[in-house]
């Protein structure tokens, strides 16, 4: 049981350049998220799923695209990549009330 | 919209010592969820423990608890008996009980915690 992992762990783009984070998870969850850490600003959701084919938008979604066609995979999009994109990435994911298991998360680069 | 205020960016406190984090939160909800978060600098994410409003009983969890005040909307955590492995990013979240299943978590500025020996 891995609970939830990303790919890659770091990662450094250009400004323009694209690039999808993956999300996966083992146990059999409904809900998955993707959040965004800045300094002095905490975590803010981006996008989110509540089941296999369904996505929808969370506080800050623009510039970014989602996908979840696998009940275990949740796919984190960036099309034309800008520095303000630079921050870290965390996917997580829950089961009904049940607690947020969070993943590692992933260090992007935008230069 | 939610919000959730964490107004001390740093704290230090003694080891064996106890340390009190302040949150305080906005909201028009009735029902809804606390939680206080731990970020190593590993980054893992690690719940370390969660309040339901609708409990007038406040959470523990071994040496952490909280003081949860709903009509003041305030909602801190103490850490008793310090150790070196609580240093680390402490973020409170909230959670509104509308949204069934999905976790939709709101989180504050958080507050770096140092442990001195």
């Known amino acids: 049981n891995a609970g939830v992992t990303q790919t890659p762990k770091f990662r450094v783009l250009k400004t323009g350049q694209s690039m999808t984070l993956l999300c996966a998870q083992d146990m059999n969850h409904e809900y998955m998220y993707w959040y965004r850490q800045d300094p002095g600003m905490g975590l803010r959701l981006i996008h989110y799923?509540?089941?296999?084919?369904?996505?929808a938008k969370g506080e800050v979604p623009d510039g970014y695209n989602v996908s979840r066609l696998k009940k275990q995979n949740f796919l984190l999009g960036l099309e034309s990549a800008a520095p303000s994109q630079t921050s870290v990435y965390f996917c997580a994911s829950s089961y009904n009330r049940d607690f947020v298991i969070f993943g590692p998360g992933t260090r992007l680069t935008v230069l | 919209a939610q919000t959730v205020t964490q107004s001390q960016p740093e704290m230090s406190v003694q080891e064996a010592e106890t340390v009190t984090l302040s949150c305080t939160y906005d909201?028009?909800?009735?029902?809804?969820?606390l939680f206080w978060y731990k970020q190593p600098p590993s980054r893992q994410m690690i719940l370390v423990i969660r309040?339901?409003?609708?409990?007038?009983q406040n959470a523990t969890e071994n040496r952490f608890s909280v003081n949860f005040q709903k009509a003041a909307k305030s909602f801190s955590l103490k850490i008793s008996d310090s150790q070196l492995g609580d240093a680390a990013m402490y973020f409170c979240a909230y959670r509104s009980s509308l949204f069934q299943g999905a976790q939709k978590l709101v989180f504050g500025q958080g507050t770096r915690l140092t442990i001195n020996p």
């Open positions: 909201t028009s909800e009735s029902d809804y969820y």
């Open positions: 799923s509540v089941g296999e084919g369904t996505t």
């Open positions: 309040q339901e409003a609708y409990k007038q």
